[in-house]
């Protein structure tokens, strides 16, 4: 019988009662025993405390008791006060027992609550946290109202404060105590703080100070992080000045924060030397070209070859007879390089599928210099690591590292007997060639959530295949507590489970279990198959339960 059905039968069975009162009777009915929370209303005497004759259930009685309540519905607060929720009777369930839930979620259950109906929806982040992350005691500001009713503080769902902070705990140190959270953050995520504008505060960013990542000014050593109070009334606040101080004026007179190039109207133009500056050049401190004393510097020779101020950074890898560094690079800037895709596809390695997408550094990586020496693909360097553009091989195994540890090699042409380079998790493998087949919901199942990563035999894991176990046991944990012990029961998870669903479709209580017949086919499953916890898990009983009468029914009653 569904809740519901099981509450009106019971609300007939109370109004029935109540009206006998008014008649001589020779004993009362009760419509069964009240739950743990109202256990001391239970006794015929009591109906009343909760019924009015001729109404059943009478809300103003509810709150008469529950006062925390009556006074949130009164302010037009909270999920109760809303016109759907006046009956109580609707969602609290009574005469069920002690040990029954006395909130009815609805057949979707808890998780499937619409928390709008609160008056507080859960957006973005909030939406998918469980509900009693955010509803424990130590969230309550409050807790007095409702220890003072005698209300767990453990199980209520009432008590929070709707404010950040009554969850979170503040990173900030009170220095945004005259604004609210969300003036910079938003439910989805802390980080960024997307609603964040600096404009709005005593320094504006103007220029390159726009582009600075945070922490370089609002250092993240710091605990917590200085947001308000940094000093920056002059540029010499958070910049070294290059020129010792022997370049009279302000910064401002040849810098600016669009740039540190010299500004088109400082009193000394570059343009009017023999190398006007152009692209990232107008960037370059004028000591990076010109040493440390500006005052004694003399010009620069042979500017026109970019060796006179930068060294090769590939160390000969790339140097042909006709290839000058202008070909990949310009003034511009060193990254990102000219070199496209299609100068790729000329090389002895074109690009293909989900090679094309993969950022260059993936596959040229800094490698020791002395490697790319000793493998004669670069000349000495000047650093001890360079970036790889010259290889001695191509195959997938030069850049991947195998995670089957050769295991799989052996059964088709290396990688490409199951993969492509189009996608990586885009297998085309026969499983039923394992006398495995997948089946029903198992053939959803990606790779990876049964053929778990474990040790290899380098500092990574591997992936293994052939020692992977075909029993149930291997992947799924049992929710029984040893009730169907395979070790010594002939019970299997097949004997009711199969991989079209989790739901029991082939359990049978006629053949595997007690004999349904008349009424106890219509007894909900719980009411013989408890619910039971078991240290941390909770679990339901199906072994031992007895099949005698007396077992579920007392001697004298009709229960």
């Known amino acids: 019988m569904k809740p519901a059905a099981n509450f009106f039968f019971w609300i007939t069975l109370v109004a029935g009662s109540l009206a006998m009162q008014?008649?001589?009777?020779?004993?009362?009915?009760s419509p069964g025993e009240l739950s743990t929370a109202h256990q001391k209303l239970d006794g015929s005497d009591q109906c009343l405390t909760c019924h009015s004759s001729g109404r059943g259930v009478d809300q103003s009685l509810c709150l008469s008791c529950h006062k925390v309540l009556a006074a949130r519905i009164a302010a037009g607060r909270g999920l109760h006060s809303r016109t759907e929720n006046t009956t109580c009777e609707r969602c609290h369930i009574e005469h069920h027992?002690?040990?029954?839930?006395?909130?009815?979620?609805?057949?979707?259950?808890?998780e499937a609550f619409d928390h709008s109906r609160t008056g507080y929806p859960l957006e973005a982040g909030h939406s998918a946290v469980d509900c009693r992350s955010c509803h424990q005691s130590t969230n309550?500001?409050?807790?007095?109202?409702?220890?003072?009713?005698?209300?767990?503080?453990e199980r209520t769902f009432l008590g929070l404060d709707v404010g950040c902070?009554?969850?979170?705990a503040d990173p900030h140190g009170r220095q945004f105590e005259d604004t609210t959270c969300a003036t910079c953050h938003e439910a989805k995520a802390w980080k960024p703080a997307n609603r964040f504008d600096h404009r709005r505060t005593e320094f504006p960013l103007t220029g390159l100070h726009r582009e600075?990542?945070?922490?370089?000014?609002?250092?993240?050593?710091?605990?917590?992080i200085v947001?308000?109070?940094?000093?920056?009334e002059s540029c010499s606040n958070c910049h070294r000045d290059p020129h010792a101080g022997r370049l009279v004026g302000a910064c401002s007179s040849c810098h600016s924060p669009d740039g540190w190039e010299m500004t088109s109207n400082a009193s000394f133009d570059h343009d009017r030397t023999r190398?006007?500056?152009?692209?990232?050049?107008?960037?370059?401190?004028?000591?990076?070209?010109?040493?440390?004393?500006?005052?004694?510097?003399?010009a620069i020779e042979d500017f026109d070859r970019c060796e006179t101020c930068h060294q090769d950074a590939h160390a000969g890898q790339l140097s042909r007879n006709d290839q000058l560094c202008a070909d990949c690079h310009s003034v511009s800037g060193f990254q990102p390089s000219l070199f496209d895709l299609a100068d790729h596809q000329e090389t002895a390695f074109p690009l293909m599928d989900s090679h094309q997408t993969v950022p260059c550094l993936e596959c040229h990586r800094q490698v020791p210099a002395e490697t790319l020496v000793r493998d004669r693909l670069a000349a000495a360097p000047r650093t001890a690591r360079l970036l790889q553009f010259r290889f001695t091989e191509t195959s997938c195994e030069s850049c991947h590292r195998d995670p089957h540890e050769e295991e799989i090699r052996s059964l088709a042409s290396g990688c490409r007997g199951c993969h492509t380079t189009t996608q990586w998790s885009e297998v085309a493998f026969d499983h039923s060639r394992t006398g495995l087949p997948l089946e029903g919901r198992h053939a959803d199942v990606q790779c990876l959530q049964c053929?778990?990563?474990?040790?290899?035999?380098?500092?990574l894991p591997r992936i293994p295949f052939f020692s992977a176990s075909a029993a149930c046991s291997s992947c799924h944990a049992s929710p029984h507590q040893g009730q169907f012990d395979e070790s010594n029961d002939p019970t299997t998870c097949a004997r009711c489970h199969d991989s079209s669903s989790w739901e029991p479709s082939g359990f049978d209580h006629d053949r595997d279990a007690y004999l349904l017949v008349g009424a106890h086919r219509a007894v909900p499953c719980r009411t013989c198959h408890p619910t039971e916890v078991a240290g941390e898990t909770t679990f339901v009983r199906y072994r031992p339960i007895g099949s005698e009468c007396l077992d579920c029914h007392a001697p004298g009653t009709s229960r």
């Open 22 to 29: 008014s008649q001589p009777t020779l004993g009362q009915i």
């Open 97 to 110: 027992g002690r040990e029954f839930e006395l909130v009815w979620w609805g057949e979707e259950g808890m």
């Open 140 to 153: 309550i500001p409050d807790p007095a109202p409702l220890r003072a009713e005698s209300i767990g503080l």
């Open 165 to 168: 902070a009554s969850c979170h």
């Open 212 to 224: 600075v990542s945070c922490s370089d000014c609002h250092r993240v050593t710091d605990e917590p």
């Open 227 to 232: 947001y308000r109070g940094l000093a920056a």
């Open 275 to 298: 190398y006007p500056l152009r692209g990232r050049h107008r960037s370059v401190a004028c000591t990076a070209c010109h040493g440390e004393s500006l005052a004694t510097s003399t």
């Open 451 to 459: 053929h778990l990563e474990v040790a290899g035999a380098t500092d």
